[in-house]
């Protein structure tokens, strides 16, 4: 797992830090056999998928990935990434489908993406949503997650 530096399609900086992002991760993920790899946020310059999967083949003893997972969202922006064909022949996608969002049908012709429809469409705002009118997050985040944006004031 790599959590972006520094996204530069996004129209508007996030509001959690790369490095708040980081530590969430870390306490998020407890998985042994899911690396946790800090590249991007420790990166100043703007974060390439292709850039980062390079860096950790030439880097990392072993390196293998088998799925880029990301939301549908991100998928259908796919031809604005930094060398997206390249990624398109070199790696495997799930897509998670995000409700309300259609899926780019033009880039479904690839036996290389699987689908996920049914999975809890929790997303950040939903979660921003409910600190900021003081209602509990713990049916979106675990307890240790819950932690960690109290005591750090996270979208408050």
């Not at 690396?35 to 999967?53: F, G, M």
């Not at 790696?91 to 699987?114: A, E, P």
Request: include cysteine; aromatic fraction near 10%; charge should be positive.
């Amino acid at each position: 797992m790599v959590p972006t530096g520094n996204p530069y399609m996004k129209r508007f900086s996030p509001i959690a830090t790369p490095f708040q992002r980081l530590a969430m991760c870390r306490i998020g993920i407890t998985n042994k056999k899911v690396q946790i790899i800090d590249y991007e946020v420790n990166r100043p310059n703007p974060s390439y998928t292709i850039k980062t999967l390079d860096f950790l083949k030439k880097t990392q003893k072993n390196f293998s990935i088998k799925y880029i997972i990301l939301g549908s969202d991100a998928f259908n922006e796919l031809h604005l990434w930094k060398d997206y064909i390249q990624l398109i022949k070199s790696y495997h996608f799930i897509v998670i489908n995000r409700i309300g969002n259609k899926l780019n049908k033009n880039q479904l012709n690839n036996k290389k993406v699987h689908i996920i429809e049914k999975l809890d469409d929790t997303n950040s705002s939903q979660i921003r949503n409910a600190i900021r009118l003081k209602k509990p997050i713990n049916k979106f985040v675990s307890k240790e997650i819950e932690k960690y944006i109290t005591k750090t004031n996270l979208y408050q």
